[in-house]
């Protein structure tokens, strides 16, 4: 079993939408949970992290984390098709030494169409 | 732009060869992480520098090897290329080791092939 599940999809969805992209984790010791959007040919780019518990919104994405059940989402209000991308979720533990290393979800690849 | 550079952008190279991809972190970052990503998958951690020091390794064999400069440009080795070694390699800088809050910005990737 992986230690992170993500639905690679592809997704489509209508410009306009809202879209709910998920991770589910199995090791308790993740702490730190973040999301990446990656376009074609390009690199992964940090879109939100969180450490906690709940909600944490920034213009029109919103990142939840519910650690009781090891799952975590991300809203994209007012989808656009500059959104098209595949999202990767990744986690981390909470070091007290180096080594800040991200586990990643297989990603979701999303399409938003006009 | 996240200023972090990776060369070449494409390679193709023989079974049981050896490759050498390079890093080029964003100026004053002295923590350098590589990633394995295959195609459908997520990126995997292969190892993290700091400081010109390992800080870290993933579940990869030791034929997987790296360097970092004091210049903040860094290197991935691998050796005897297999197959599966196939994948976008991505480096990614962040400012300091260990810190979880310590974001990493990747580069675009160099994509090896192995025929």
């Known amino acids: 079993q992986k230690e992170v599940e993500q639905d690679p999809g592809p997704l489509s969805v209508p410009e306009g939408a809202i879209v709910s992209l998920n991770c589910t984790y199995s090791n308790s010791a993740f702490q730190y949970f973040m999301w990446y959007r990656q376009y074609s040919r390009k690199g992964p780019e940090l879109l939100m992290y969180?450490?906690?518990?709940g909600n944490k919104e920034d213009g029109r994405f919103t990142a939840q984390v519910d650690k009781s059940s090891k799952y975590i989402s991300l809203f994209i209000r007012d989808s656009q098709p500059s959104d098209s991308a595949t999202y990767l979720c990744?986690?981390?533990?909470?070091?007290?030494?180096?080594?800040?290393?991200?586990?990643f979800g297989t990603g979701t690849q999303l399409k938003v169409e006009l | 732009e996240t200023g972090v550079t990776q060369s070449p952008t494409h390679l193709i190279k023989t079974r049981g060869q050896q490759v050498t991809l390079r890093c080029s972190s964003q100026?004053?970052?002295?923590?350098v992480s590589w990633y394995q990503q295959a195609l459908g998958q997520g990126p995997q951690f292969i190892f993290q520098?700091?400081?010109?020091?390992?800080?870290g390794r993933g579940n990869f064999p030791p034929r997987f090897s790296g360097l970092q400069f004091p210049n903040y440009s860094s290197e991935l080795n691998v050796n005897a290329l297999e197959l599966d070694d196939s994948a976008l390699y991505l480096c990614?800088?962040?400012?300091?080791?260990?810190?979880?809050?310590?974001?990493?910005?990747f580069g675009p990737g160099t994509r090896l092939t192995v025929l």
């Open positions: 969180t450490y906690s518990s």
């Open positions: 990744a986690m981390s533990p909470i070091l007290t030494g180096g080594g800040n290393k991200l586990t």
């Open positions: 100026s004053g970052h002295n923590t």
């Open positions: 520098y700091y400081r010109e020091e390992e800080n």
């Open positions: 990614a800088s962040s400012l300091d080791g260990g810190g979880v809050t310590d974001t990493q910005y």
